[in-house]
């Protein structure tokens, strides 16, 4: 079993639509939970971070965590053709960072 | 926030020769950095582990002799890609975290290798 799992995609969203990504992971002693966006040909860049259980929003962005469930999720409201990328967990289990393999979104205007 | 540079973006070699890729934490040391691959449309696979004055802990199937990593001081990092391959062409990516858990790892903007 992987460290941290996602479903690769490709997710199409139409524009305006929210759009939903799920990660689960296999360390319960998990401490830390990540959400990362890469645009094509670039490096990932840290979008979201979460701590504790519940929801936690920025902007069009909410990451939820449920610690019992091992999961956590990224929405996106409003989405927007420039959110069109992969969208990477990552969790930081306190010895290692892994991160999945990342969701592919294209959001169609 | 913390800002990771990496250079150079963008480096075209020929066959045989070395290149090396530079990774700098600005504005915080980085006693760990890590050095990850990428191949189009492929996730990212993390190479090594690069320690401020240690050596570094590969990942199994990466070549050691082949990808020199050298970490000299708390805000760099280097990887070299020994007598590169065509192969070896790909987008290489530096990252480097605070230290504290709740810290995310903060990433270089990668370098695009092509070997000709």
């Known amino acids: 079993q992987k460290e941290v799992e996602q479903n690769s995609g490709p997710l199409s969203v139409p524009e305006g639509a929210i759009a939903s990504l799920n990660c689960t992971y296999s360390d319960r002693g998990s401490q830390s939970f990540f959400w990362y966006r890469q645009y094509s040909g670039k490096s990932p860049e840290l979008i979201m971070s979460i701590y504790s259980n519940g929801d936690k929003e920025d902007g069009r962005f909410t990451a939820q965590l449920n610690k019992a469930s091992q999961y956590v999720s990224l929405l996106i409201r409003d989405s927007q053709p420039s959110d069109s990328a992969t969208y990477l967990c990552a969790v930081n289990t306190g010895n290692q960072f892994y991160f999945g393999t990342g969701t592919s979104l294209t959001v169609i205007p | 926030g913390a800002v990771v540079s990496q250079h150079p973006s963008r480096v075209i070699c020929k066959s045989g020769t070395s290149v090396k890729i530079e990774c700098r934490s600005l504005d915080f040391q980085a006693t760990t950095m890590f050095w990850y691959r990428q191949f189009p449309k492929k996730s990212l696979m993390l190479m090594a582990t690069?320690?401020?004055?240690?050596?570094?802990?590969?990942e199994q199937g990466v070549e050691k002799d082949k990808f020199l990593i050298n970490h000299a001081s708390l805000t760099l990092s280097t990887l070299t890609v020994t007598s590169a391959h065509p192969e070896d062409s790909s987008f290489y990516i530096c990252?480097?975290?605070?230290?504290?858990?709740?810290?995310?790892?903060?990433f270089g903007s990668g370098t695009r290798l092509t070997v000709v």
């Open positions: 690069s320690n401020e004055g240690s050596k570094a802990t590969y």
């Open positions: 990252s480097a975290t605070q230290g504290a858990s709740n810290y995310g790892y903060t």
